[in-house]
T-cell receptor
Framework: GNSVTQMEGPVTLSEEAFLTINCTYT??????LFWYVQYPGEGLQLLLK?????DKGSNKGFEATYRKETTSFHLEKGSVQVSDSAVYFC?????????????FGKGTHLIIQP | NAGVTQTPKFQVLKTGQSMTLQCAQD?????MSWYRQDPGMGLRLIHY???????DQGEVPNGYNVSRSTTEDFPLRLLSAAPSQTSVYFC??????????FGSGTQLSVL
């Protein structure tokens, strides 16, 4: 079956540091890949997505590239801010948007210190 | 701008009690789904619906029932609550091949 593995947290960084959160997946066929973010007390919000190999998703300074050869979708940001503190989830779906169900990783708690 | 609305936000049940978690969306989305979020487990799909009158099971459906009589509403029913169902529950909606919109969650404790 499908599965997503992402690095365990919490990850603690200083403001303006470079961020990488690793994500690898196992799936049949050609899934779409997503990063969702959850701020304290809120539901999840889509951060970025990629629907085919070599696509790069980007939003709010975050980027991730769909690497089929390494089955990875690592999240990166060049300079993090305190406001980026949240839980980040990597996910995959069989369909373009995931409307029929997403498979999530366990989440990575990111803490940015001023 | 209501989006996806879940009620209640918090609930405490005793083992064996029944209850319904409500979910409503005002975006005319055909797809709706329920997830549970447990510490160290991420989110897992319970049930989903691709339109009114159509539902299907997700990864962890046991102990939960759903129905979809209208496009707007997708309630999740616990017929006989168990401590293993203590979790945070999220409802989501979307159009086909578009991003999911999540509600703010229901925190459920079963004693």
């Amino acid at each position: 079956g499908n599965s997503v593995t992402q690095m365990e947290g919490p990850v603690t960084l200083s403001e303006e540091a470079f961020l990488t959160i690793n994500c690898t997946y196992t799936a049949t066929g050609y899934p779409s890949l997503f990063w969702y973010v959850q701020y304290p007390g809120e539901g999840l919000q889509l951060l970025l997505k990629a629907t085919k190999a070599d696509d790069k998703g980007s939003n709010k300074g975050f980027e991730a590239t769909y690497r089929k050869e390494t089955t990875s979708f690592h999240l990166e940001k060049g300079s993090v801010q305190v406001s980026d503190s949240a839980v980040y989830f990597c996910a995959l779906s069989r369909s373009g948007g995931g409307a029929d169900g997403l498979t999530f990783g366990k989440g990575t708690h990111l803490i940015i210190q001023p | 701008n209501a989006g996806v609305t879940q009620t209640p936000k918090f609930q405490v049940l005793k083992t064996g009690q029944s209850m319904t978690l409500q979910c409503a969306q005002d975006m005319n989305h055909e797809y709706m789904s329920w997830y549970r979020q447990d510490p160290g487990m991420g989110l897992r799909l319970i049930h989903y619906s691709v339109g009114a009158g159509i539902t299907d099971q997700g990864e962890v459906p046991n102990g939960y029932n759903v129905s979809r009589s209208t496009t707007e509403d997708f309630p999740l029913r616990l017929l006989s609550a168990a401590p293993s169902q203590t979790s945070v529950y999220f409802c989501a909606s979307s159009r086909a091949n578009e991003k999911l919109f999540f509600g703010s969650g229901t925190q459920l404790s079963v004693l």
